[in-house]
T-cell receptor, first 117, second 111 residues
């Protein structure tokens, strides 16, 4: 079974340029997460989707970040315009589905390492 | 929101010795505590987790203990091997999806 797939693996851009990251979750996983991981830190949740609905985007900086999961499968995270401080690893994860009292392991992708110059 | 603190930030152990990583959390509503291992340049992978209705869980050489009263939990790795070298993250959550991670512990196992 394939794991969570992300592309690109690495991206270098100039500040003020736009950038987009793509994620394909594990087949059958309804819940999809985007995390930000700064160097030497743990992942921080940006947004969580249940199918195509963004159910928690409270940590997403909406002035420059946007995300979509139009058909409830693949997802795209976009930054426009990118700033120097956005340099980090962007991780996508998926799980079967959440529900009160249920505990579903989150499976992470390999991440996209973004460098903003 | 939940705040998870993790110590130490780095840990160097001799092969065969034990390693212990400790985490504290702030939200008493948290009841799910997973541990992830991240090798250099690789994805985080779940290695063990514990729920609030148990105090200890073991899986071969790794074990996790939980003290809900004190709001801390620990990862224990026994008989460490070179392949245990990685960054380990603890996390806490009151459900299965909103994980708050610690800052990570870099474990180096010396041969």
């Amino acid at each position: 079974e394939a794991g969570v797939v992300q592309s690109p693996r690495y991206k270098i851009i100039e500040k003020k340029q736009p950038v987009a990251f793509w994620c394909n979750p594990i087949s059958g996983h309804n819940t999809l997460y985007w995390y930000l991981q700064n160097l030497g830190q743990g992942p921080e949740l940006l947004i969580r989707y249940e199918n195509e609905e963004a159910v928690d985007d409270s940590q997403l900086p909406k002035d420059r970040f946007s995300a979509e999961r139009l058909k409830g499968v693949d997802s795209t995270l976009k930054i426009q315009p990118a700033e120097l401080g956005d340099s980090a690893v962007y991780l996508c994860a998926s799980s079967l589905g959440s529900g009160r009292g249920s505990y579903n392991e989150q499976f992470f992708g390999p991440g996209t390492r973004l460098t903003v110059l | 929101g939940e705040n998870v603190e993790q110590h130490p930030s780095t840990l160097s152990v001799q092969e065969g010795d034990s390693a212990v990583i400790k985490c504290t959390y702030s939200d008493s509503a948290s009841n799910y505590f997973p541990w992830y291992k991240q090798e250099l340049g690789k994805r985080p992978q779940l290695i063990i987790d514990i729920r609030s209705n148990v105090g200890e869980k073991k899986d071969q050489r790794i074990a996790v203990t939980l003290n809900k009263t004190a709001k801390h939990f620990s990862l224990h790795i026994t008989e460490t091997q070179p392949e245990d070298s990685a960054v380990y993250f603890c996390a806490a959550s009151e459900d299965d999806y909103k994980l708050s991670f610690g800052a990570g512990t870099t474990v180096t196992v010396r041969a």
